[in-house]
Structure formats: C-alpha cells, structure tokens
C-alpha cells in the first residue's frame, strides 16, 4: 500500500509538469510571430535582483517570495564583515552569540536557514549548529546576498526550512582588475587581508578571490584541561585541573571561477579554518576547552543551453567535502561529508511572456564517515565525584541517495501573478515526501504590492536521528505568509508581512543530551519594514520583528544512571527532561541612517533592540532570563582617503559600551563590548 501510495503522489506530481508544460508549448501556435517579452525582465538599474524565488533574475519587489537583497555597496557602507552582521539588520532575523560563533534564529527557528555559496549548499548534515556565519564565510569577495523568508523546498530541496539565505560572490564582470584589502580591530586583536583579481574577456570572463583572517575568539581562561586521558578510564580529579587559554583563531578561504559567455562556467571554493572557545558549566563551575577545525570545498560546473528563443536547458554538477574535526578537552572527533549533486533544469516562458515554467530532476549522494553519536551527557560525567566512567560515544558510517523530482508554474493575469509548485523527494533512508507552494501576487497598482504565499518544507535529519530510528519522520513546516507593500516613489516606502508557521514532528539535538520526542510548535508573528529618503543626502530605514510561540515542552529521554547486573549485562534506566522551546527574543528591531556628506564621506549608524531572552539547555533546574537591551554601532567611510583608489572604512560596534549578556551553552556569557575596526582598501 505505500509503495501504491508513493507512485500515485509521483504520477500526480508527474501529470501536473505534463499538463503546464502542455499547455506552454500549446500557446507557441496561437499566438502570432511577434517577439515574445518576459515577464521577468524588469528596468530600473536600482532594483535589486533576486534568484532563488523562480531561478531567474528579477526583481525582488516582484517576487513570489518575501524577500529582500543586500548588495557590495550597502555591505562597505555597513562596514559588514560577516554574515551574521548582514542578518541581523534584516527583518526577521536575530544573531545570537555563542561560545563557538553566531547562533542564527529566523522567525524564531534557529538553526533554519539554507545557506548556499553561489547555489551550493555549504552546510552539515551531520549536525545543524555547524555554519558559516561568521569569519568563514567573508563579505569581500561577494557580489550581493539574497534572502528568502519562508519555505523554499519546492526548487531548493531539503532543509529550505525556515527560508534562504544564497552568497553571490563578484566575477570578472564585476571587477576587471585588483582589488587588496587590509583590516585591523582591537577586539581579540582582531587582524586580516583580501585580494580579488578579475578579467573581463569579452564572452569570457574569470575571477579568483584570497581572504586570510585571525583573531581571539574566546579569551575566559580555562580550569578544566585534561579529562580523557587514554580512552578507557577518565583522568584522576586531582590532575584535571590547571589553567589555560585558548588560542587564536584563524580562517582562510579562496574562491576561483572561469565563465565562457553561459555555455561553461566553472567554480571552486577551498576553505579551512580554526574556532577554539572556551564552555563553561554554571552549575559545576568548570570551565573546559573545545575547539572547531572544518576544511570544506566545493567544485561547480554549470552550463546552459538555449533550445530556442523562450526555452533553455541548464545542467549543473557539483562536488563538495566538509571535514570537521571537534577537539573537546584533550580528544578529538574527525568527521567526513561527501556530496555529490547533480541537477538539469528546464524552463519555457509562453504566452507572450506572461507564463513561466520550471521543472527539473536532481541526484544527490551523500557519504558520512565517522559521524559521531554521543548517548551521554558531558558536563555530567566531568564532575570531580565521576573517577571511572567515560561518555559513551559512537562513531556511524553510513551513505544516503535522494532523487527529485520539482516544477513551478508562474502565470500573469492582468495585475495577479500567480504560482503552483510542487517537488517529488525519495530517499533511500528516510520516508519519501512532497512539498509544495502556492501563492498571489498582487499589484494593482506599480505603487502597491501584495503577496499571499503558502508553502511547506522539510529538513534533513541530524546522523543521531538517522541511525537511532529505522526510518524517521522528517520535520515539517507549513508556513502562511501575507505581505502588503506600498512604495510611492524611490524614496518612501512601507510593508508589513503576517506570518503563520506550524512545525510537526520538531525535534531538537543537544551536542551531548540527545534527541528531544517529536513534538509540534506554532510560530507566528510580524514583520514591519519602512525606509524614508528625507533628503537627497540622508536615507533612514528601520525593521521590527514580532513573534508569539505556542507549543508543548521539549522532552529529552535521558539515562540518568545504568544497572549492571550480575550476568555483565546492562540496563539504562532514562527520565524525561523538559525544557521550553527556544525562539530567541520574542522582539528585535533595527533603526539604521546613512548621511551622505559628500560623494567621498559617508556615516552610517544602527541602534538594534533585542527582547530579553532566556538561558535554555536540557539538564538546567531552572532557565534564567537574561534582560534585553540597545547596541548602537556606526561606520564611517572615506573615499580616496590618501591617493585615488585608496578607501577607508571605521566600524565601531557596541558604541556606548552597554553591558549585556547572551545566553552561552550552559551559563550566560558576555555580550561584544566596545571595539573598533579598520579596513583599508585599494584597487588596481
């Protein structure tokens, strides 16, 4: 009956791409020889270009997603460095700090968001809180970054959860010559260097990109150093305990591509880099060394082949690697991922240019080696009264196949743009599924814009949930989106976005705790954006993020204490543990200004509310609420500061030094004080 089940949800799948596609090809005859135009063909050199709603360009503000795009130029007049710094101005995201780096809410999902790297997924599965939001992934060698708010499973695949975030890096049209940079901070000493080259050919074109970065990333001196010792029995309590520092910690990466007009593209993305942090235990008062080292890569090639004036084939292959190496005390846990992809789309454009059809069929195979499984506890078991007993930790390998099967259909009706998308994912391993989306897009008139968007994703599930069930249950989440915009002119504007999302089957991993029961949560909230240019020379914007969860605890099954009986045999004895689900804070906003003073000085200056937010992990008595608060930072540029081509940007974070504090993995932790940065760059 499944296998009956799953080929009617193929051929439904299947009849729908038949039937649109029909009826693409169908219109070609009844139309007359005129030229067709596109329906995503947009003018206007200041509107932002986004990909990923329909794997096209167009404009943003036309979409059939919620979505906005940050370009180069809004990154320098930003002074953002990371990621992490971008996000967090933008509506519905909120960087939390960590220990180990910046902890990604988006709508009140952590760990939710796709990240792709020119379209290629860049994250573990083996874990979610592996990610490149901060100094592995640097904003000097990107062209723009795009951003989706919602579900986007139907074109991207698994794990377009919460929504997409994809980094569009330069290339030689971009930039044809040199570009080298420097950067100096006074926070952890903060200290690194950029190069991009690029060369415009004409119907050629290449790029290569060099970022090297250092700096301390933790500074609380450490009292616990030395626990496993040879693997069998922990290290006596009395030689546990001394003092050291972490180290710093360094990133590099590199970026290369070469284009041959759309016929040949190829790229390739190499990085390393080096996260040691300290973690402290409020409970016990230890505080112990752990450090991430990750060697990732990919290589892409792509190509597209235009059949005839409204139809063209695209063919993408990709292959990547994500080596992490965890050191926790003094062991350490290496990791391998191995993915190969393989994608070929095909798209039409019909009716005159008002419809749009994609559909397409990818391969991906993944090789885990070494995915570390921990069924115990840690700060547990680093307690001076344990003197015999280890974590238990065990290491999978294990490899897994899926095969898609994916279509949208866009189609203009006077003001109403419509869309219906449908994608086929069988796995392997776990159960098949189908997601879908669906949604209007409304203008009635070039001033007012209206979207109402419906769509459902799914994540992949971490190695713990993989191996520890015979064939789990992936997350879902189906979200409502509605979004009204008004935009006069070029210099005011206004939307409001109402979203509904509900997840079933949520499940959360702990590093060392385990897996959370499956359990369900709603999320709801809103997003208000706005931006006024009062002068020619002056340009305020601001956004507010409101989110209200209703759902039951997290529960965690876990073995408190182990019988061994006479025979050698052993019986675990387990206890829920419950702990709220965590959105973050429950409100954000940010209110930004940049003062153009002339065409070679600009001023750019955020202050950013955050709610208070509350300390949560599994094996806490209580969660304390750490309160909430006001950053200010600002950043000052100069162009052609010394020579011609010579720029200059002065960042300045947490400008009037407020003291506040995140909630750490097991204790709170301070939040980034008063620090200056420096960036100095010239061009050739």
């Known amino acids: ?114 990240l792709l790297y020119d379209t290629v997924p860049i994250s573990l599965d083996t874990t979610k809180s592996l990610n490149f939001f901060d100094n592995e992934l640097p904003l000097s060698s990107i062209k723009r970054v795009e951003i989706i708010r919602g579900p986007g499973s139907v074109l991207w695949g698994p794990d377009a959860f919460a929504g997409i975030v994809n980094v569009v890096p330069l290339s030689g049209k971009d930039i044809d010559g040199i570009e080298a940079g420097v950067l100096f901070g006074d926070y952890g000493d903060t200290k690194g260097t950029f190069a991009n080259y690029g060369y415009d ?103 597209k082949k235009n059949i005839d004036l409204f139809s063209a084939l695209r063919i993408m292959g990709v292959y990547s690697w994500l080596n992490p190496e965890y050191e926790i005390i003094d062991t350490k846990l290496k990791q391998k991922e191995n993915t190969s992809y393989v994608e070929i789309i095909y798209d039409r454009t019909s009716f005159s240019g008002i419809g749009l059809f994609t559909c397409g069929i990818s391969f991906r195979e993944k090789r885990i080696k070494d995915a570390p499984i921990w069924d115990s506890y840690l700060p547990d078991y680093l307690v001076k009264e344990n003197k015999s007993f280890l974590p238990t930790i065990a290491k999978e390998d294990y490899n897994t196949q899926l095969i898609s099967f994916f279509s949208q259909y866009n189609h203009k009706i006077g003001n109403f743009d419509l869309l219906l998308g449908g994608r086929y994912d069988e796995h392997d391993v776990y159960k098949d599924h189908i997601s879908f989306n669906t949604g209007i897009v409304w203008s009635p008139k070039k001033e007012w814009m209206c979207k109402i968007l419906y769509g459902s994703a799914y994540r992949t599930p971490s190695s713990k949930q993989l191996i520890e069930e015979n064939i789990p249950d992936l997350e879902k989440i189906k979200s409502l989106n509605i979004q009204m915009a008004l935009k006069p002119s070029e210099d005011i504007g206004i939307s409001a976005c109402v979203f509904l999302s509900k997840i079933e089957n949520h499940m959360i991993e702990d590093p060392y705790a385990g897996l959370s029961l499956p359990n369900e949560q709603e999320i709801n909230g809103i997003e208000i954006e706005a931006f006024v240019n009062p002068l020619k020379s002056l340009k305020l914007s601001s956004n507010i993020t409101v989110i209200k969860n209703k759902g039951e605890d997290e529960t965690y099954k876990y073995n408190d204490y182990v019988y061994i009986r006479p025979d050698g045999t052993i019986e675990k004895h387990y206890v829920d543990l419950k702990y709220p689900y965590n959105t973050g804070p429950d409100l954000f906003l940010n209110i930004t200004g940049t003062w153009y003073a002339n065409e070679r000085l600009s001023l750019f200056t955020r202050c950013n509310y955050f709610a208070s937010r509350k300390l949560i992990y599994p094996r806490a008595k209580d969660f304390p609420e750490v309160s909430g608060g006001w950053t200010v930072d600002t950043s000052l540029n100069f162009s052609n500061v010394f020579f011609s081509k010579f720029d200059l940007t002065l960042t300045i974070k947490n400008l009037f030094d407020y003291n506040y504090l995140e909630p750490g993995t097991y204790s709170t932790i301070n939040g980034e004080p008063f620090s200056a940065m420096f960036i100095l760059t010239r061009s050739w």
């Open 1 to 114: 009956m499944q296998n009956i089940y799953i080929a009617l949800k193929f051929l439904f799948l299947m009849l729908y791409c038949f039937i649109t596609a029909s009826v693409s090809f169908a219109s070609e005859y009844s139309k007359d020889n005129s030229k067709e135009d596109t329906m995503l063909i947009f003018v206007g050199e200041d509107l932002q270009v986004l990909t990923l709603a329909s794997r096209r360009e167009e404009s943003a503000w036309q979409a059939p997603a919620i979505a906005n795009v940050f370009t180069k130029e809004q990154f320098l007049e930003r002074g953002s460095t990371t990621l992490s710094d971008l996000l967090d101005m933008s509506a519905g995201f909120h960087s939390s700090k960590k220990e180990w780096g910046s902890h990604i809410y988006l709508r009140g999902i952590p760990n939710s968001v796709l």
């Open 201 to 303: 050919g004409g119907l050629w074109d290449t790029f290569l990109s060099v970022n090297a970065y250092s700096g301390e990333q933790n500074n609380k001196p450490c009292n616990l150093i030395k626990f496993w010792g040879n693997g069998d029995v922990p290290v006596s309590p009395e030689d546990r305990m001394g003092k050291i520092m972490p180290e710093d910690a360094y990133f590099l990466e590199s970026f290369g591509r070469f284009s041959y007009s759309d016929l040949f593209n190829i790229s390739l993305r190499i990085s390393n880099s080096n996260k040691p942090y300290s973690i402290e235990d409020e409970k016990s008062g230890l505080i112990w060394r752990e450090n991430r080292e990750l060697q990732s890569g990919f290589i892409k090639f792509e190509s």
